[in-house]
């Protein structure tokens, strides 16, 4: 940055690194947890079909209540606690913007989606963490609530399933965090659909509780940004304020409603994927030098038991497989992060982690 531009960006903004994922050349790709599964070409034409009879050069907010009932009735919640965003990022944003002032604190356990932590600086707040428990990652309530309480914090955010650790909060800490702070809690459920559970019956007696869910993973609609927020409905009134006008384009409101009316597509291939999980768990497990965890998402945290991390992940690389390195996470030196494929792509990691470690 030059000197004059320094004169006047915010110290906290300056200090930032841009959120980017770093470019690889890949053949195979399981480093972002997206779907291996495109949106089916008939839903592709029917949302284009749509598209094409618009006048592009208006504003065009007549299918967003539509949207958000539709949203309501899948879900099961009144429409008024539900707002919508492009992508369940900047909802997290916004539910954080409503609440969270300069110099604020903002509890999040560690570790976790990166993203929360540079929201919280990015609004002139501090994110203050809690270690999840080493082995099984679960929830240290106690210390959470401690630590809340001690910095007269304003907002907790919590991640369930858990990126990257991929295991489940459970409900009753999670319960007990939204009844025991005073505070905004947010559940980013991104992985939701993947898990056995959700935080969802809590939020009609959490007058606090803001859950996010995402259509980038389970709806494989990653590339097209979209994403909702349920909470109370006072709650989602009051967040809703920060949203600029026309945010969510129609072409993604377009293809969401599209989806929706085809949500059987997306919870057949989320049950395939579940059952390719449970087999790639099964396989990793008997290669000698990686152990996987349990997972309840669409993703898998690996030990990397025989070599650095760093060193498989690059290894893999080279064989064209790209997953994720979570080594520099606190508490997974020893970890990386992979995304379950479809059964071709889990096949060729499997084959390329045999090549390296055998
Ligand atoms: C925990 C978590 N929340 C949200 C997202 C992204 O959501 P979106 O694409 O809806 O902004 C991700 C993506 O990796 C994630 O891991």
Known sequence: MSDDTAKFIRAEIAGLRPYRSPHYEWRVKLDLNESPFDVPSEVKREIWERVEKLQWQRYHDEFERPLIERLGAYEHHDPDGVLIGNGSNELIFHSLLAVVRHGDTVVIPAPTFSLYRQNVTVLGATAETVMLREGDFSLDTDALLKKAGELDARAIVLCSPNNPTANLLANDDVERVCRQFDGLVVVDEAYAQFADNTAFGLLASCPNLVILRTFSKAFGLAGLRFGYLLANPALARQIGKVQLPHHVGFFTQLA???????????????????????????????????????????????????????????????????????????????????????????????????????
Do not use: C, W
């Open 256 to 358: 969401a409603t599209a989806l929706l009316e085809n949500a059987s597509v997306m919870e057949r291939r989320v049950a395939s994927l579940v059952a390719e999980r449970e087999k790639l768990i099964e396989r990793l497990a008997g290669i000698e030098g990686v152990s996987p965890l349990p997972s309840q998402s669409n993703f898998i945290l690996i030990e990397s038991t025989a070599i650095e991390a760093p060193l498989l992940f690059e290894r893999l690389l080279e064989q064209g497989v790209l997953i994720r390195n979570v080594s520099n996470y606190p508490g997974l030196s020893r970890y990386l992060r992979i995304t379950v494929g479809n059964a071709g792509e889990n096949d060729e990691l499997i084959g390329a982690l045999v090549e390296v470690l055998g």
